[in-house]
């Protein structure tokens, strides 16, 4: 079992940034595929970057270039940078993890990071 706790969300102004950081429990972390989704009110949850086991990364369209995830192994965490934040990345962030040999997914409680001034 895999419990991932996110913090770093917040009230940011447009254009500011925030990094938001997800720790998780347990000695899997280097073999967990990681992800940060969020989902706005009235919207679908959406992946907004990932990264594998070995450092890749994707991103969906609307944040590249604003936003860079990374993970620490030796600290079981991962984090999203994100940067010239906008009105509509306000949302919900959540942390996944996916544990692909064992076909097991874990998510975090989710942080509430809001764009506005």
């Known amino acids: 079992q895999v419990q991932l706790v996110e913090s770093g969300g917040g009230l940011v102004q447009p254009g500011g940034s925030l990094r938001l950081s997800c720790a998780a429990s347990g000695s899997i972390f280097r073999f967990l595929a990681m992800g940060w989704y969020r989902q706005a009110p009235g919207k679908q949850r959406e992946l907004v970057a990932a990264i594998t086991t070995g450092g890749n990364t994707n991103y969906v369209e609307s944040v590249k270039g604003r936003f860079t995830i990374s993970r620490d192994n030796a600290k079981n965490t991962v984090y999203l940078q994100m940067n010239s934040l906008k009105p509509e990345d306000t949302a919900v962030y959540y942390c996944?993890?996916?544990?692909?040999?064992?076909?097991?997914?874990?998510w975090g409680q989710g942080t509430q990071v809001t764009v506005s001034s």
């Open positions: 996944n993890a996916k544990y692909v040999l064992a076909g097991q997914e874990y």
